[in-house]
Structures are given as C-alpha cells and as structure tokens.
C-alpha cells in the first residue's frame, strides 16, 4: 500500500538476498539434473547393461560408453519435457528422492523397481519395513536426495519470454532426442539385442525405470472400483468329507520367504529340518511359485488363476480358494503374523493376536510364529474347519530376527541388514536359523494337530510363497520380476501332512500321495489341490491340477 512504510536499506537487504540465490534457467536445471541421475543414480543400471556384452572387441567398448550418451540425452530430453516453471522444484526434488531410494535398493540388494515390487513395498507392514532402514540407506537418501533438493529450494529460476523459452525446450528436447537416436542407429545390432533381449535391464534405468513402474500402479488404482464375482456361491461338500466320522480340521501354512534349496527334506547338505524328518510328512521335491514377493504370490496361490492368466485387477474380481471353503458350509480363519492377507481374507474371520499379550514372543510389534498357535485350539468347534497360518517365517534382511535366541543353531550369524557386509557363512548361518525355526513350528501344529485328532480328522499343509537369494550373483531378498527371477527365488517348498483317520475317512493311500512328490507342481495347482483334498463340489474344480487326484 502506498502509505506503508518501508524500513531503511530494506531493498539492499531484498536485493543482496536475491545476489545470493544462484541464478539458472529452466534449460540449466534440466541439463544438471539428467547428468545428476546419469552419473550418480544409475550405477547398477550401467553394471547390468555392461554384464550384457563381453568387451571382446573395439565395437563393445564404443557401445558401453554410447549407452551413457543415451541415457543422458534421453534423461535429458525427459527433464525438458517436463520443466514447467510451476512444475520444476516440486518434481526435481520428487524424483530425486524416489531416485535415490531405487538407487539404494538396486544398488545395495540387486532388486529391479517393477510395479509388483512398488505394490509389495506399498503392502508392507512398518516392522518389515524398520528392518530395511540402515546408515548406508540414510545416507543414500541424504546425500543424493536431500542435499540436492535442498539446493534446488535455493535456486532462482529464471525465464526469458515465452516465445523464446519455448523455442529453446524444443530444440533441446528435439537435439536430444535426435542426437540419442544417431547414437543407436550408429550400432543398430547392439541396440536392436539390448531393447529386446534385456527388458528388465532397461527397467533399472534412473528415473524412467521408477517412474513408468509408479505410473502403471496408479493407473491400476485409479481403474474403476472393482465387482466380485461371487463364483463361490453354490459350492458343497461331497461324502469325501460330509460322510467322514469326525470333522475334518485343516490347517494351511503359508510360509515366508522359506527356499526349496536350504530345506534339509530337500536334500541340502545341511540338516536344517530334523525334527520334520521324524514326522510322518511328505515333502514335494519340485515346486514352484506364482511370483517371487508376497503381494503377488499370496492372491495368485488362493486364486483358480494360473500364473500365466494371473493379474492382480482379475484375482481380486473374483473369489478365491477361502471363499469357496466358506460357502461349502467350513468354518475359515485367517491367523496372520505377516503384513495381511492381501485381499485374500477380505470376506472370512481374521485375526491378528496382541504382542502387548504375548510378550515372552514377541519384542515390540515384531512376534515370533509361535504366536501362531496360542489358544489355537479356543477357535476349533465341533464342525469342519480351515485354517490358514500366515508366517514372518525367514523374511529379511533381519534374518536373525526371525528366531529366538535358543534357536541359534548355526553360527556366526549376520546381524545387519546390510547383507553385503556380511559374509557368505554368517548369511547363510542366519537364514538357515529361520528355517531350523519353522521347522521347529511346524513340528509342533503337527504335534497339536496329533492331539486334535480325539474330536477332528486333521491335516496340514505347508508352502512358501516365495523364496530368497542370499547373495548368489550378487543378488539379496527377493521381488525379481519372475521372468529373470534365479530358481532361488521360485523353487519353494511344500509339505503334506495328514492324521491317520483323514487318509481313512477319505479313502487316499499315504503311499499313493508319496508317489507324487517327485512331480512338478506350482502355486497354480494349490487351488484345485484343496478344493480336492475337502471333497467341494463346484464347476471351477479342475482335476488336472489337482495334484492328489490320483489319490482320490
């Protein structure tokens, strides 16, 4: 207002201030940023795409430093898409942060950022995600997150006319782009090889990779709300089960994390599963999972879609394996001391026990699986039921967390969940700690189930929903899209168990079931497997991958 006052040496003061705000243009800001995240965010997309050729001959070599030209120019090209004056701190201090948490996790464990690793990130739980925060991942995210954006907050953008501005974004776009396109059509073979031989290598790219895997999981969002098909409804149960002399009490494990490759039932040159060899279980050699994390393969092995029909939009449209159970008249409960049921439960009881009530297992929120079987048997009644027992099992990086103290059976161990800092031994030590653990657990719900079968013919079965790597190619956790996923990751284990009175009561032979360990099965055939197993009556059933049809 006109009859304000200004203070003396206010405008030197302002104008001073306005001297020490570094000037740069729009044009500037773009150019520093694709070279920011070409040079400092892509080193694990570099190692990948130079893992790819031999460096045999003078033309590997140009197309190694080549594919740095392109990913600056076509880095670069997408910054000056998007330098809207109003647009450009807010997104460069975004996509730095977003960069430099996939940097770290590319860089540190060997994940690819797809979509389904963005879901399962989004679908865990905070204790599973206090085990990632370390000093390394804090420094990532303050040096080449933080520090940079707070720099940017102190940049005075700066704009010429519209007309000129616009010119100059289209030319530079223009010239990167074209500029990138004579870099690859100067090796048309290395580049045709690379884009359509190495996908998920291209997917690790700084920040495009993130960037597309964020946008395909909002646009699954923002689809429209998704009906359930109740498929379920006019399921029932044949005589196979309606007929037997006692109600039949299911038990089904999902276990976490747990490889097929550390399991000593498996043949690993570790004992890791010695009391589980004293029951009388069958263990299947050759099964495979849907997926290789928990947001995909725990909807994929309750729903009847395969892997390959499998997508998250389509499984939740539909009911799955618990809603089935629930409408042939079997009472379900889902007991988690995971992240959730991911859509699986949605429509059956569900329960999360209080660690404040059980704190000899539990430190903090993070519970040990024994949790599971607290006042279990309060929850069975008279009539058939099914129950599904969600594990933490063997999930990292804190392996050693996993266990108590008394289950420490192989040492050292690593105690850190900067895996990459351990060695080899103290690794695996600590992951096979986990599995002596489950071990341990799922010797005693047989055990109980043993002391069940007084009023309830009982069974249990047991299967990982995916595995692990521990270091093998410089590879740690899990979440390779499955396509280039190691067998580490998809080989799980899956271990059948049932009461004497069960085999009886439904006329299956134990030495028929034993014939089909040796067989390869997958996740794809746990739903028809269990429809068979409980004798429901629907048109969905299908015989074929029923993997105890022989034996019925």
Known sequence: MSGDKVLPGYHSLRAQEQQREPDITRRQFAIVLALVFTLLLNKSFFES?????????????????????????????????????????????????????????????????DKEMLRNVMETDINESMDLISPRLLAYILVLGILPSLLILRLNIVSGPVGDELLKHVLLSVGALVVALLLILALPDYYSSFFRNHKYVRMMQNPLGFINASVSLVQDGMRKPILVEPISEGAFLGRGVSAQTKPVLAVFVVGETARAANFGLGGYARDTTPLLKQQDIIYFNDFWSCGTSTAVSVPCMFSLLTRKEYTHTKARSLHGLLDFVKAAGVG????????????????????????????????????????????????VTRGHHFIVLHQKGSHGPAYNRRYPDAMQVFSPVCATN??????????????????????????????????????????????????????????????MPYAIAPQYQIHVPFI????????????????????????????DNIFHSVLGLLDINTPYYKGALDMFRPCL
């Open 332 to 379: 379900v409960l889902w007991r988690d001391n995971n992240s959730g049921c991911k859509g699986v439960c949605d429509r059956v009881d569900y329960e999360v026990l209080d660690p404040t009530h059980h704190t000899d297992l539990c430190h903090g929120e993070d519970c040990y699986d024994e949790i599971l079987l607290r006042n279990l048997a309060a929850k």
């Open 496 to 523: 059948f168990w049932a009461s004497p009175g069960f085999y009886t009561d439904r006329g299956m032979e134990q030495s028929c079931v034993r014939q089909q360990k040796d067989k390869t099965f997958s996740h």
């Open 49 to 113: 795409a130079w893992a790819t050729i031999g460096f045999d001959t003078v033309k590997d070599w140009l197309f190694a430093a080549s594919l740095v030209g392109v990913v600056l120019l076509v880095n670069l090209f997408f910054f000056s898409l998007v330098s809207l004056p109003f647009l450009l701190k807010p997104l460069g201090i975004a996509l730095l942060l977003g960069g430099a948490l996939s940097a770290y996790f590319m860089d540190i464990y060997g994940v690819v950022i």
């Open 418 to 479: 900067q895996l990459h800092h351990c060695s080899s031994e103290a690794l695996v030590n600590a992951y096979d700690n986990t599995i002596r653990y489950t071990d341990y657990f799922l010797d005693q719900l047989i055990n109980w189930l043993t002391a069940m079968e007084q009023t309830h013919n009982t069974l249990m079965v047991y299967v990982s929903d995916h595995g692990e790597s521990l270091g093998e190619g410089n590879m740690y956790l899990h979440g």
